[in-house]
């Protein structure tokens, strides 16, 4: 039975239906505006995954270079024609795309042999500014940098040192010749035990840490580092099935590097070691010096040219460098073999006009080296450098730093990456 209102109510009842249905209009308004702001919410979120995850897929498809060299002063023309001219052709190749180029002078390695301290610190400013004399620059896409100026090198070391085998290592065969050891005598016989260093049998590790701390995707090196990188793809294989799939085992890049021997002793190769300091070409060596130690080269005492690499290792040691540098070669840089010269432009030649024409050759290819070396060591009274150095390691450390807070987190001993900050 419907109940009766009387008319002076009816008005409250009115308003207080007004304020209810007032009341639900609005939480309908307010439901449908707070199921549009999550709607934009989740379409934000999604827009910025699917950027993060476009972001990691560009990561993975750019080329990472990193090499390295150690500081023994000012490089000889064997290491340029082997090393340092492949270098600055991979920063030329790179400049316009988004490959990252890293060149450490690794000054730790240094020092598992002792030297005195006064020498190491100038020997790595000669290499940093020898590296920039031969081309290579910040500002076309490289980053130069002190090995020991980025701490991330060493704490990845250790923590690959934690998974890295001992009887890989105890096969390396670089420690054994550096202290004279045949490299089949037993890993850890009384001679060796008594001779060898930690740092010298575990440089390795370091070695591997510098090139995954950057997650390099390529690493140029010469034909006798090759076991060295085998032993990084190693430690990374074992990181990542230990850990997490982090780390990236890096290609081997080996470019057909020529072997420049020494001028004096031809059957071994050019060395800043060798107690006869005209068996090597210093790449600062002014034009007039480098003429004299090429005509002083020791051949033979057959006064013609052939190419005859085992009997006559001083002549061929002549041709090999001519083919490697350039225009006087009659083509470019390594596209005319030493055989093709000594059959094709040099038959019948004297000793004499190969070597003149080595000569001038070297002298081209070097041609303003050593006025830049000069300058940059000068340069704000050598400060100048000290400035490149540092911005190339604050890169450097940013580089390594992505990958570092991965590994932590990884092992246990840091927190969980932001993702946007390791990209």
């Not at 209102?5 to 304020?19: F, G």
């Not at 470019?255 to 004096?264: F, V």
Request: aromatic residues 6%; contains cysteine.
């Amino acid at each position: 039975m419907r109940s009766e209102i009387c008319a002076r109510c009816r008005p409250l009842v009115a308003l207080a239906r007004r304020q209810i249905l007032r009341s639900t209009v609005q939480q309908q308004q307010q439901r449908r505006n707070e199921s549009t702001t999550n709607d934009a919410v989740a379409q934000i979120r999604g827009w910025a995954e699917e950027q993060a995850e476009e972001q990691t897929e560009k990561e993975k498809r750019r080329n990472v270079v990193f090499s390295g060299i150690q500081p023994t002063g000012i490089p000889h023309l064997g290491n340029y024609l082997g090393a340092l001219r492949q270098w600055k052709r991979l920063q030329d190749q790179a400049e316009g795309t988004d490959d990252r180029l890293l060149f450490s002078v690794v000054d730790l390695h240094a020092i598992t042999m002792p030297q005195e301290a006064s020498q190491l610190r100038t020997r790595r400013r000669e290499m940093l500014a020898s590296l920039m004399a031969v081309g290579l620059d910040p500002e076309k896409g490289s980053t130069i940098f002190f090995q020991s100026s980025v701490p991330q090198h060493t704490e990845l070391m250790w923590i690959l040192s934690c998974t890295a085998s001992m009887g890989y290592l105890s096969r390396m065969t670089q420690w054994k010749s550096k202290l004279n050891i045949h490299n089949k005598q037993a890993a850890f016989d009384e001679k060796a035990a008594q001779q060898l260093k930690l740092g010298l049998f575990s440089y390795p590790v370091l070695q591997a840490a510098d090139i995954l701390v950057h997650r390099a995707t390529h690493v140029p090196v010469g034909a006798d580092q090759t076991q060295h990188l085998e032993f990084a793809r190693e430690c990374a294989t074992n990181f990542n099935a230990t850990f997490s799939d982090i780390l990236v085992p890096p290609e081997t890049v080996i470019a057909p590097a020529p072997r420049i021997m020494s001028l004096q002793s031809p059957n071994n190769k050019m060395s800043k070691s060798a107690a006869n300091h005209r068996s090597r070409i210093l790449l600062n060596a002014p034009a007039a010096e480098i003429a004299r130690r090429i005509r002083g080269a020791v051949t033979d005492s057959q006064n013609f040219v052939t190419w005859e690499p085992t009997t006559r290792p001083g002549v061929a040691n002549l041709l090999e460098i001519l083919s490697q540098c350039g225009e006087l070669a009659g083509a470019g840089a390594g596209t005319t073999t030493p055989r093709q010269l000594a059959e094709e432009r040099y038959a019948g030649a004297s000793l004499k006009a190969l070597k003149d024409d080595v000569a001038a050759a070297v002298c081209a290819e070097l041609a303003g080296v050593r006025e830049r070396y000069d300058d940059f060591l000068a340069r704000k009274g050598g400060r100048w450098l000290d400035e490149i150095e540092a911005e190339g390691a604050e890169a450097a450390r940013r580089s390594a730093e992505k990958t570092m807070r991965l590994v932590r987190h990884a092992v246990g001993i840091g927190p969980r990456p932001n993702a946007y900050n390791t990209l």
